[in-house]
């Protein structure tokens, strides 16, 4: 058995194989050399001796030694040919099984198509081998011929051309053969193609002449994106994401070029959401963003919905604020336009706004980057806000008070400024600025004897005149209408329903015309009264200083 088995053989630190020394290099001159090298250099005739960066590893080694031991005989298929092919290649055996295999290899064009992908597949462990020995080269070739065959296309590489690559005219008639066949029956090969690495769909790009930014046909940045969704889907891919940023780059290329003729706004989302796990460059990144925030205000609300991956919130709120800018940027934007997006953006704060990790001050920025004129009506930021308080119990009167910040108040509906009023996580000042703010937008001041409430915004210890300490914010409702009004406890000055004819709505109007006026009268009383009292209180602390009693102020 020791005469047997007098060689160790150390492939690639993974694994030792023990061999007939003169059986095993029978075959391979080179083998032969570096045995004889390694004795030379141990003195020791037996010996292990240590081959590394074999094609294959273990399993190439193997196939050799079967090989070998068969007495320069084995089964060459599809499936092994590539690998016993690079291990002929590097152990020079140019007169013993190199030939073997390229005898297979010139029969390619007459495989079938699961064939070619099955030994393409099979070099993703020895790549830099195959592709040195051009074996990549003619596999990809004869791929895409097999494509444009069975697309309804005609064959447009000559059948002698086996062994060359496509020239660059080549490679434009392919681009435009395939996207003659752009229809479902013409993509037939999308699957198939999944099984393969991230660097050999790099190469099948680089051939056809679309990779990076020269990809400009639809086909292949449809391709791209299919297999980029399905690599992220697989549970069993053992490439790391960034190996794949080359293909989302040409991917996305792709999509900027074509833009709108060939994805809506939706699908514009949908390819953001598949490249952005893929480690894409920056320029690319921008330039999907660009080219959805020109057609923002065609999305809905749950295109911008997109998982906040690795960072802390449920949703990229980051990647909003950055379409919101570049839809800001379009010029020439129509006010229509820019109101789809406002309503947009208010539904979008609703569904963000229980999110615990949400920070006010990225709530604020959602809410505060558009324009004014965006927002006919305020009661969508407020319906937010509001889930927001209700989310966050826990934040301070100073909080609430900054996140009321983005509110306009003259734009709040009656109803909505009725519930500001009485929600009990607005504050209170916030609450009067409101209330304040509408006597601009009422139009009528019709009151009932029912269903009245009021906020006295005063300290009830400062000497009030009558008319101050008669003045309320009152609600009506009248037969679910809400009108809200600054009006006195003067009873006799309300009008009944029954009595209101067409020249009501403008005598009511100069009434709160007249109430707007008494409370401006009544702040400027109440301010001077206050500024009493402080220069009372100096002149009492200055006689006191002096030891001699102070009038007492009235």
């Not at 003729?261 to 796990?277: E, T």
């Not at 609300?301 to 604020?321: A, I, P, Q, T």
Request: glycine share 6%; aromatic share 8%.
């Amino acid at each position: 058995m020791a005469e047997l088995c007098d060689l160790q053989v150390h492939i690639n630190g993974q694994q030792t194989f023990y061999l007939h020394e003169k059986t095993i290099s029978r075959f391979s001159g080179k083998l032969r050399k570096i045995i004889k090298k390694e004795k030379r250099r141990t003195q020791i005739r037996k010996t292990g001796i240590e081959i590394n960066d074999f094609p294959g590893g273990s399993d190439g080694f193997e196939l050799f030694s079967r090989f070998c031991y068969n007495s320069g005989e084995i089964n060459i298929s599809v499936s092994n040919v590539s690998l016993l092919h690079c291990c002929a290649v590097f152990l020079a055996m140019n007169d013993t099984l190199l030939p073997k295999t390229t005898e297979v290899f010139n029969r390619m064009f007459d495989w079938s198509w699961t064939d070619v992908i099955v030994c393409l597949k099979n070099c993703a462990t020895f790549i830099s081998y195959a592709d040195s020995s051009g074996i990549i080269e003619k596999l990809i070739s004869s791929l895409i011929i097999k494509i444009t065959q069975n697309s309804d296309s005609t064959t447009f590489f000559p059948s002698s051309s086996s062994s060359s690559s496509p020239d660059s005219t080549v490679k434009s008639s392919t681009l435009l053969r395939l996207s003659s066949c752009s229809s479902s029956k013409g993509l037939w090969w999308f699957d198939d193609m999944t099984i393969l690495p991230p660097t050999l769909i790099e190469r099948f790009v680089k051939a056809l002449g679309a990779y990076g930014n020269e990809n400009n046909s639809l086909v292949v940045t449809r391709f791209l994106l299919h297999y980029l969704k399905t690599s992220s889907q697989s549970k069993t891919q053992s490439f790391s994401r960034c190996e794949y940023g080359g293909l989302a780059d040409t991917a996305v290329h792709g999509v900027i070029l074509i833009g709108k003729a060939a994805f809506s706004c939706r699908g514009l989302f949908w390819v953001l959401r598949i490249v952005s796990s893929f480690g894409l460059s920056r320029e690319c990144r921008c330039g999907l963003e660009r080219l959805i925030g020109g057609v923002l205000d065609q999305a809905k609300v749950d295109d911008l919905l997109v998982s906040n991956n690795g960072s802390s919130g449920v949703y990229d709120v980051n990647l909003v604020l950055r379409l919101i800018r570049e839809s800001n940027k379009v010029e020439g934007v129509c006010l229509d336009r820019m109101k789809k997006v406002g309503g947009l953006i208010d539904k979008y704060l609703g569904e963000i706004a229980p999110d615990q990790n949400l920070k006010i001050s990225k709530f604020l920025g959602v809410a505060e980057s558009l324009p004014d004129c965006a927002r006919d009506c305020f009661d969508g930021v407020y319906k937010a806000i509001d889930i927001y308080l209700e989310s966050h119990s826990c934040l301070s009167l100073e909080e609430r008070s900054r996140l009321c910040r983005c509110l306009n108040y003259e734009k709040l509906s009656l109803e909505a400024c009725k519930d500001l009023a009485k929600n009990p996580r607005i504050p209170p000042r916030i609450a009067v600025q409101a209330l304040v703010s509408q006597h601009s937008n009422i139009p009528t001041a019709y009151t009932s004897d029912h269903d009245y409430s009021y906020i006295n915004d005063h300290d009830h210890d400062t000497p009030l005149t009558k008319s101050s300490r008669e003045l309320m914010v009152l609600y009506n409702n009248n037969g679910g209408h809400d009108h809200l009004h600054y009006d006195s406890t003067d009873h006799s000055s309300r009008y009944d329903h029954k009595d209101v004819e067409d020249g009501v709505v403008k005598l009511n109007l100069q009434r709160m015309q007249w109430r707007v006026v008494e409370l401006e009268k009544v702040c400027r009383e109440m301010k001077g009264q206050m500024s009493k009292m402080v220069k009372g209180d100096r002149l009492m602390v200055s006689g006191s200083s002096h030891g001699r009693p102070l009038p007492r102020l009235c």
